[in-house]
């Protein structure tokens, strides 16, 4: 545990011998000076303390473009990550300042991770038709969004349609818990608060383990990467307990099991253009074994035969452009200028943008309230988008 | 390749590859598969079956930038200087029987193979070019080549008969753009590849020659001019208006349009984002040990490194020798480098073939191992343990040894699960009574 708290962040770059592929990708550079292979040298060269009191590494984006690119493999968001903690609790520097919505998000996850927290959630977005229970082996992680609905409009119908999506295929009552509590992901990646993400993750696990959860499906593309990565780095047992599956991964396997399939009963004669927003998370944030990005491509050609053709944009896959903020962090006039050219490349690519990733879909939609050319655009999460064209195959019930 | 084609003493066998070798050294036995060319020696290389040949194929020689038809000549300097049929494209309308007046084509041909026997063996398989799919946009992108591109553009007998132009709307390029390190020094292949600095300031400069008006940017990581007249040649590339900018270019597109390459690239050294819409990009692709030295340490049982390239002897001392006696490398085999180091390997590794054939017989040492055939119960741990293969199971002796390969490095005794092998000379007994020796001495 040690480790991940204290690194020496110099012993992670070695490697590195200043090709500067880093810096002519990022992302945040398009919108204000940002340099990582200068960061990069100056803590090499033994100035980290200058790199952590200057406060620059609260504006990374923590896109992983830069990782992606490296021809030596260095992790740097993993490294924004880990002098955040430093920044923190070395330098006394506070984030408040860069945090968005005024920290309350952030706030509700700290309140969680006290131990004598037991959360009361609101469950009336549960729809009528959809069994949950305390115990089972497959557990939908809802993570933050019925907070969200509260302030952002209609979060709720991706939890509904996914819920909804989980059941239809199961055919038994799923496990939600009323008193389930964030994965952490944001005050980890966001603020340096290792230690409140460690006392988030055992909490999450004792749950886990309590309701006999074998399958973790989310919708977030946030929660997914936390648990199947993070989570599983900090328990050694957490893999061979628990698989975590995000819903584009359960719905693939599913198809492709021949379970369900793709129909659409209103089908209309003009095709519909829609494209597919990459989350971070979800592309240059795991192994390369896992293609994630794919498996949703999969789909969508399939969708070719229900009235919609898909488009990629300019940049796709793991050179998504990023959504322009993370884990609540600077949300300001820049993060504005790279969300959009985002909408515009969608723009460009269909009157349908999907993404897989909620807090994407927040961003997104919250910039449409400023641009006008830009509110034709339909933003979708990936459940909401196939929730009403996903047929379960009951195989079974002829034989009966 | 003319001289060595005239030798007397010199047998060449092209388009062949080597598939068996046995014995150990003055006494090699090669078998040598030599693929079909489905011409035969009486060609004089007229090309009259080239001009009625009905079928354009890739030209492999031309890194696929031009055309040859399915009978050709692999390229104008070939030796020997024979056509062959690509039969994967041919069509076999044997038009090209018919006009040809040597009947120098057959069809017939098969593969055959050829067995001789040599003294000793030097390797020198070359290199291959990384060809950098999905890196860069290549392959995607028309106006992104690699600089072994660049160079049959450049040639005057290649596709574009030495004038460079944009492979997609063939204009004159105005703004040139190298990247240097495309596949090596990465994770992947960690070594510089040696030569692609020099070639990007040579080519750099044939292009201001050749486009004075143009502007021509190196992206360079380290630029390395470490030989004689290297760092004077840099100077020069950038006394003629060479622009150098020290990073690896970053953000790149391609204008569906215009065709043009969108560049974005960090200058570490003025800690400036640097666009540039070039017309033309050059990657300075990474060379890799070639796909024969990868088959080659397969049928010798060498040793590569972690990259492919061959493992000699000794890294300073014993540069061309490799592990077998009688078997030397020289060459990019071993790793990368230029051509003047090339031919100074390769004549060394010729005078050290020299000095070991020429008296016409060589001493080896005693300390070979020994096997009592009583004990040994054919495990076949020293068969596998043993780096030069020199210990075998016979099936009814047990383990035998070939004295001959035999370095007497005492792998085998180690891993004898019976102690049925010793090493001469350092037989228990004889250590027992070297330390007693000492013992008393003292």
């Not at chain 2, 391609?254 to 540039?276: A, F, G, N």
């Not at chain 2, 033309?280 to 490194?305: H, M, W, Y």
């Not at chain 2, 070991?356 to 005693?366: V, Y």
């Amino acid at each position: 545990m040690e480790k991940i708290y204290e690194p020496e962040l110099r012993n992670l770059l070695k490697k590195c011998y200043q090709c500067g592929r880093c810096s002519g990708v990022c992302q945040l550079s398009k919108v204000q000076k940002y340099t990582p292979s200068k960061i990069i040298q100056l803590i090499l060269e033994g100035f980290e303390n200058k790199v952590l009191e200057s406060g620059e590494l609260w504006d990374c984006l923590t896109c992983n473009q830069c990782l992606k690119d490296c021809p030596v493999k260095i992790n740097f968001a993993d490294i924004v990550r880990m002098a955040r903690y430093k920044m923190r609790h070395e330098k006394n520097q506070s984030s408040d300042e860069f945090v968005a919505h005024k920290g309350i998000y952030t706030t509700i996850s700290e309140i969680m991770s006290r131990p004598y927290i037991n959360p009361d959630r609101n469950m009336d977005w549960i729809p009528k038709n959809c069994k949950i229970s305390d115990k089972g082996d497959i557990l939908y992680y809802v993570g933050c969004l019925p907070f969200f609905n509260y302030e952002f409009e209609n979060l709720n119908s991706i939890a509904i349609s996914t819920l909804k999506l989980i059941y239809q295929i199961e055919k038994k009552p799923i496990v939600v818990f009323k008193e389930e509590i964030c994965c952490g992901h944001d005050i980890y990646w966001g603020q340096g608060k290792l230690k409140t993400f460690i006392k988030l993750a055992k909490k999450n696990l004792e749950k886990f383990k309590n309701a006999g959860v074998r399958t973790i499906v989310t919708a977030c593309a946030e929660c997914y990467r936390t648990f199947k990565i993070d989570y599983a780095n900090i328990f050694d047992e957490f893999d061979e307990n628990f698989e975590v599956k995000h819903i584009i991964d359960y719905i693939y396997e599913n198809w492709k099991s021949q379970k369900i399939e793709f129909k659409n009963p209103n089908k209309s004669e003009k095709e519909i253009q829609f494209t597919y927003h990459d989350p971070c998370r979800l592309s240059r944030f795991l192994p390369e074994n896992d293609n994630i990005t794919n498996k949703v491509r999969e789909i969508f050609r399939e969708f070719k035969y229900l009235g919609y053709q898909f488009n990629e944009m300019a940049h796709n896959k793991e050179n998504s452009l990023c959504c322009g903020v993370n884990s609540w962090m600077n949300c300001n006039e820049k993060s504005k200028a790279l969300r959009y050219k985002r909408m515009q490349e969608a723009k460009l690519a269909g009157s349908k943008l999907i993404t897989s990733c909620p807090k994407c879909n927040i961003h997104l939609t919250c910039l449409q309230n400023d641009f006008e050319d830009l509110a034709s655009i339909e933003i979708l999460d990936f459940s909401e988008f196939i929730i009403n064209h996903v047929k379960v195959i009951r195989t079974k019930s002829k034989g009966d | 390749m003319l001289d060595v084609n005239r030798n007397e003493n010199i047998e060449i066998l092209s388009f062949s590859e080597v598939k068996e070798v046995s014995g150990y050294v003055g006494n090699y036995n090669i078998i040598v598969k030599m693929k079909p060319r489905y011409i035969n020696e009486d060609c004089n290389g007229c090309g009259a079956c080239a001009e009625v040949c009905p079928v354009y194929t890739s030209n492999y020689f031309d890194e696929y930038l031009g055309a040859r038809k399915a009978i050709d000549i692999a390229f104008g300097q070939a030796v020997p200087f024979l056509y062959d049929v690509n039969r994967d494209s041919c069509v076999e309308c044997f038009s090209c029987i018919e006009a040809c007046e040597l009947d120098a084509i057959d069809f017939s041909q098969v593969p055959k193979e050829v067995k001789f026997k040599v003294g000793t063996i030097i390797i020198a398989t070359g290199w291959d070019i990384y060809e950098p799919f999905g890196e860069y946009g290549y392959g995607e992108f028309e106006n992104v080549i690699t600089q072994a591109q660049l160079e049959r553009i450049l040639a005057p007998n290649g596709p574009l008969e030495g004038h460079v132009r944009r492979l997609s709307d063939n204009k004159k390029p105005k703004e040139i753009v190298f990247i240097q390190c495309v596949g090596s020094r990465d994770s992947e292949r960690p070594y510089c590849s040696g030569v692609c600095c020099m070639l990007a300031l040579k080519n750099g400069k044939l292009l201001k020659e050749e486009f004075p008006d143009a502007n021509i940017t190196i992206c360079y990581i380290d630029i390395r001019t470490n030989e004689k007249g290297f760092e004077e040649y840099y100077q020069r590339a950038k006394d003629s208006d060479i622009k150098m900018i020290r990073g690896k270019v970053g953000e790149f597109s391609e204008d569906p349009e215009s065709k043009d390459i969108k560049i974005r690239v960090y200058s570490s050294l003025t800690d400036e984002i640097i666009k540039i819409d070039a017309d033309l990009v050059v990657l300075s692709t990474a060379a890799l040990p070639s796909e024969g030295t990868q088959r080659i340490v397969k049928v010798l049982n060498l040793d590569a490194d972690r990259n492919g390239f061959l493992t000699e002897s000794h890294f300073g001392l014993m540069p061309q020798e490799t592990k077998t006696k009688g078997i030397f490398i020289a060459g990019f085999a071993q790793g990368p480098k230029d051509i003047a180091y090339s031919v100074s390997q390769a004549r060394a590794a010729a005078s050290k073939v020299a000095e070991l054939t020429a008296p016409g017989e060589i001493d080896i040492e005693l300390i070979t191992a020994e096997v009592d055939n009583e004990f040994c119960i054919s495990c076949r741990r020293c068969e596998k343990e043993c780096p030069k293969m020199a210990i075998k199971i016979v099936d009814e002796e047990g383990a035998v040894v070939d004295e001959i390969n035999c370095d007497g490095c005492g792998i085998c005794a180690t891993c004898c699960p019976t102690q049925a092998i010793d090493i001469r000379y350092y037989r228990d007994y004889q250590l027992y009574a070297e330390i007693d020796g000492l013992l008393e001495g003292g």
